[in-house]
């Protein structure tokens, strides 16, 4: 049996379980009319004498579990608890009337086998292994029934028989409960890969949907900032405005806060896959990422530490959105409040491994619990939260993955790992 999984299936939803409570309500009102038609048709019709009365009373208290159940089941859900004590009354009342019709030479004497179907696939584990104890044992016990059925109608069975009958229910009653709880969970399993799936597909197609918005945006930036650029040109010549450094000073500024948003928007627009005229940048990973993490610019500036464990320094191809994920994360360090951020560079084996961490505020218990999901944020600010969904996304394009926590001693840790194959220069063949 290795390889079997002996965990219990996944719980089921409100809506699922009551509609598997009706279900089994419907199952046991069958149950009820086939063994009151089978009981008046061996008595009345084949003249077999069967105790009418407490097999009767048994039927009674059938029915009065599935009214019990129904009203219940209007007002509140059923537990687990209480289903599996709906089972042990049906159990209970079976074995009644198995009792009073012959025991284990009763041809229905394998029902027993469907109230631990039941419980496999509607209850957790403990409740199917419970059931299959219990109906081993009350197996064994019907053995002893003195109510036999007459000649023709009921198996003659010798004593090494009924131990092997005995035998072959527990056997099958334990197939069952392995191979059903099985079947279950690795249906839940599919499900919840199917939600993962769908989550998967809404959360790309918001990406498609803000990767073409913010192409657009970038085409027609692309103008404004060239004429501003013209136009600042222009001011540095003009006379009025040459002889006063306190205003070319500004003007300088200018240029530059003009200069990266024009490199903002040459990112965005080689991230939206825009053929530009610029040639992939070779450079290695250790240079990669100090040109990174030294270009990284903020009004509140903390110390940048790196720690470079790099065996070596594999030759790659420069990725701007893996540049950005990196900047957007030390932005975040320095919106915490962090005064210092200590980024680690490991090569393990075929798998880059960058580790930002900071002495900041750490994540809002929200944040770890949706991290990655879009416009999830602490911020107020129009759009915030898109910062980590993107660097999420972007190490899943990698084929890698993202994970953050809250470090030791305060703070935030993030970390960031993909394969190296996924930026390394292709060796010439």
């Not at 003009?258 to 530009?276: N, T």
Request: charged share 15%.
């Amino acid at each position: 049996m290795t390889g079997l999984s002996f965990l219990p299936p996944e719980p089921l939803d409100g809506d699922a379980r009551a509609r598997n409570v009706r279900l089994l309500s419907v199952l046991r009102s069958l149950a009820i009319g086939g063994q009151l038609a089978t009981i008046l048709l061996v008595r009345f019709g084949f003249g077999v004498p069967l105790p009418l009365a407490p097999m009767i009373a048994a039927l009674a208290v059938l029915v009065a579990l599935n009214l019990l159940i129904g009203t219940i089941a209007a007002r509140r859900q059923i537990g687990d608890a209480a289903l599996f004590a709906t089972l042990l009354v049906d159990v209970i009342c079976l074995t009644v009337q198995l009792y009073l019709s012959g025991g284990v030479t009763n041809p229905f004497v394998g029902l027993y086998l469907l109230q631990v179907v039941i419980a496999a696939v509607l209850l957790p584990a403990w409740a199917s292994w419970a059931l299959v104890a219990l109906t081993s044992v009350l197996f064994a016990w019907l053995g002893a029934s003195p109510f036999r059925l007459p000649a023709g109608f009921g198996a003659a069975m010798s004593p090494p028989h009924i131990a092997a009958a005995w035998v072959s229910f527990t056997l099958a009653a334990i197939l069952l409960v392995l191979f059903v709880t099985r079947i279950v969970r690795n249906l839940a399993e599919r499900e919840a890969r199917l939600a993962d799936l769908r989550q998967r597909a809404a959360e790309e197609d918001h990406i498609v949907r803000m990767g073409l918005l913010a192409s657009g945006a970038a085409h027609e930036l692309g103008t404004p900032l060239a004429s501003m650029a013209v136009m600042i040109g222009d001011w540095r010549h003009d006379p009025a405005l040459s002889g006063s450094p306190a205003l070319m000073a500004e003007l300088d500024e200018m240029a530059g806060q003009i200069g990266r948003c024009k490199d903002i928007v040459g990112q965005v627009l080689l991230a939206a896959g825009e053929v530009r005229g610029d040639a992939p940048v070779r450079t290695t990973l250790r240079h990669f990422v100090r040109d990174v993490v030294d270009n990284w610019e903020s009004a509140t500036t903390p110390t940048v530490e790196i720690d470079d464990a790099l065996a070596h320094d594999p030759p790659i191809i420069a990725d701007e959105p893996l540049a950005q994920t990196i900047v957007n994360l030390l932005d975040n360090a320095a919106e915490a409040g962090a005064t210092c951020v200590h980024v680690s560079l490991r090569l393990e084996g075929e798998t880059v491994r960058v580790t930002v961490r900071d002495d900041g505020r750490g994540f809002a218990p929200a944040i770890l619990r949706d991290f990655g999901k879009p416009y999830r944020s602490t911020k107020t600010r129009h759009g915030a939260g898109l910062g980590l969904f993107l660097a999420t996304n972007v190490l899943r394009t990698l084929g890698g993955r993202i994970e953050a926590r809250d470090a030791a001693g305060g703070g935030g840790e993030v970390t960031l790992t993909w394969p190296l194959s996924a930026v390394a220069v292709e060796s010439a063949s």
